[in-house]
């Protein structure tokens, strides 16, 4: 199972900094994305992309956790010159995490 079976997710992006939102189809499933959805996992899925820290902040009433990441649009959108590093492309590309 991917992440896209069981949540989708929203983006913004401010100078090199990456928040991705990750949001639970069911409330049900929050528990199993609060388990399987870390930090640590999310780093390792955009390691050579994400060079600075990640935080994981938890927003349980709303069954969503929001991702702040550090270092992660090559200097910022209007500094980079990589083909649409924006937020919204890393929100997409993490709904390809296999959850175990």
Do not use: C, W
Request: overall charge neutral.
């Amino acid at each position: 199972m991917k992440l896209r079976d069981i949540a989708h997710t929203r983006a913004g992006d401010k100078g090199d900094i990456s928040n991705l939102s990750v949001i639970a189809y069911r409330i049900d499933d929050y528990a199993l994305l609060q388990r399987l959805v870390t930090a640590e996992r999310v780093q390792a899925h955009f390691s050579g992309i994400v060079h600075g820290p990640v935080e994981r902040f938890l927003l349980p009433g709303l069954g969503a956790m929001n991702f702040v990441m550090h270092g992660a649009l090559a200097g910022g959108v209007t500094r980079s010159l990589a083909l649409d590093a924006h937020g919204k492309s890393l929100s997409s590309a993490l709904l390809d995490l296999v959850l175990e």
